[in-house]
């Protein structure tokens, strides 16, 4: 566990990956992808942990990618080094993901925040791609990710004109499900990460697969997807015991099997 630029904790059954590059803002350099992507991985492999947090600082979730360590790439060296390529697997963990999002998500920041299951968001959060006003466009994966977040005509808007959305803003645009007062985010982030990491993992894993599948996949796949996890799903000890649990009045004991 030797990250430079993150913090990581374990509370319960959640695991927490806080980004900490105060003097940048969290701004997303390589190192900052090695060591999320590396933590979440071992979150994502250890069956203790069923719900992840990410989380910045009160003043930046993360203010984008690394400006100054990407300001003399040509673009032979972007593409062939795949400069942000490792956040795919970020992307891939099966487990769920909270982006609890206070101050600037900007650029890469809102695209690691679109990586995420759920973004909650404190009341002084602010979204934005403003790549454009650098001369270039969203590298890691905001013009699909916000397209299929908030429709084509809000992602436009602001990956057009580079500006930013306010917490309110972006839950009525649908990208965050909760606006919280910025004291309380932490703690609302661990009520929710709690109340998922209660729940079946196997049934975790099979709801962000086919919740995922809707957005990557057409309806009639999506919908095949669906019929086989959830028949699957029938064969585990978690839904023998969920409803059991139902039936005999008491809260289930899930094992995660
Ligand atoms: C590197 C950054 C940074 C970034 C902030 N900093 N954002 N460094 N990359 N993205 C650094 C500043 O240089 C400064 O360090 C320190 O953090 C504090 O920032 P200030 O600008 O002094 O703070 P403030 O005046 O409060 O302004 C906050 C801000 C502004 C509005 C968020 O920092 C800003 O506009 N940042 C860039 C936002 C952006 O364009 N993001 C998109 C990046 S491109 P020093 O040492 O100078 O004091 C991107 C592409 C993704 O994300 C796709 C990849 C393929």
Known sequence: TDYETILIETRGRVGW?????????????????????????????DPAIGAI???????????GADIKEMEGKSGREMLMDDHFGAWGRFA?????????????????????????????AADSARFGQPEITLGVIPGMGGTQRLVRA?????????????????????????????????ADLLAE???VAEAIAAKSLVALFAAKAALDAAVETTLAEG?????????????TDDQKE???A????????????
Not at 53 to 63: D, I, L, N, P
Not at 96 to 117: N, T
Not at 153 to 182: C, M
């Open 17 to 45: 990956i806080t980004l900490n590059r105060p003097d940048a803002l969290n701004a997303l350099n390589s190192q900052v992808m090695r060591d999320v992507v590396a933590a979440a991985g071992a979150f994502d492999a």
């Open 53 to 63: 947090v990410v989380t910045g600082s009160e003043r930046a979730f993360a203010a």
């Open 92 to 120: 891939a963990v099966r487990t769920p993901v909270i982006a609890a999002v206070s101050g600037y998500a900007l650029g890469g920041g809102c695209e690691l925040a679109m990586m995420c299951d759920i973004i909650l």
């Open 150 to 182: 908030v429709g084509p005509y809000v992602a436009a808007d602001l990956v057009l004109t580079g500006r930013l959305l306010s917490a309110d803003e972006a839950a009525r645009a649908g990208l965050v499900s909760r606006v919280i007062p910025a």
């Open 189 to 191: 982030a661990e009520k």
């Open 223 to 235: 919908l095949r997807f669906e019929r086989q996890a959830f028949a699957g799903l029938f064969d």
């Open 242 to 244: 969920g409803m059991a």
């Open 246 to 257: 139902f039936r005999e009045k008491r809260p289930p004991e899930f094992t995660h099997r």
